[in-house]
């Protein structure tokens, strides 16, 4: 849904992936908003660049003009660089949309949010303290925890790569399509097609 009347911004969304910078990260659970936002770029055509102390492209979805970004200061920095790329745009914080793993969720199932708390996600900690509000849109992508007689820590969980019986390029296909359906339909209508769903 496009908000009534014309803002200062020059962007309708900015599409924030979350995750830690390395190729030794990338697999793992703590990266999957990398792995939707770098599929949702694909999609459109849109190519990285570096600013913001991220990867950011600006691209086209029909008439909704977007940015994502990808910040490269490590999970628990992340604000620095999205906070940078709000003010640059002139953001309002509704209109920002963070793609994030969420371990209190089963794996697979994932969820649009409007505000809320952190969960102990240092990432979201960031944004909330360099933004001053938690006003602005989750994509929750469930990572579930670790299992009964697991020693791991949920700090070590999610640093760790996802198992081999893990459909993740499902759960990043969900991902994706939970996304898009904020950017165009608005978040109430994600909430009502996606959060409860059953994994596949």
């Not at 910078?21 to 190519?47: D, K, M």
């Not at 990285?48 to 910040?71: K, M, S």
């Not at 649009?112 to 849109?137: C, D, I, W, Y």
Request: aromatic content about 8%; glycine content about 12%.
């Amino acid at each position: 849904m496009r908000l009534p009347g014309r803002r200062e911004s020059s962007l309708d969304w900015l599409v924030v992936g979350l995750g830690n910078p390395g190729r030794q990260y990338h697999s793992t659970r703590h990266n999957i908003g990398f792995r939707v936002v770098e599929r949702i770029a694909g999609e459109l055509g849109a190519s990285f660049r570096d600013r913001f102390n991220g990867r950011l492209t600006e691209t086209r979805d029909g008439d909704l003009r977007l940015a994502i970004l990808e910040p490269q200061t490590y999970m628990n920095e992340s604000g620095r660089s999205v906070g940078a790329a709000v003010r640059f745009y002139k953001l309002p914080l509704d209109r920002l949309v963070v793609v994030h793993d969420e371990i209190d969720l089963d794996f697979g199932d994932v969820r649009a949010k409007m505000g809320g708390g952190l969960a102990g996600h240092n990432g979201l900690r960031s944004l909330v303290q360099h933004l001053s509000t938690p006003e602005f849109v989750r994509v929750r992508i469930g990572v579930g925890r670790p299992g009964r007689g697991d020693p791991r820590s949920g700090a070590d969980w999610v640093l760790t790569p996802f198992d081999p019986a893990d459909d993740v390029d499902g759960l990043v296909d969900t991902a994706t399509a939970c996304t898009f359906a904020v950017l165009r339909d608005g978040v109430d209508a994600a909430m009502r097609e996606f959060n409860g769903r059953q994994p596949d």
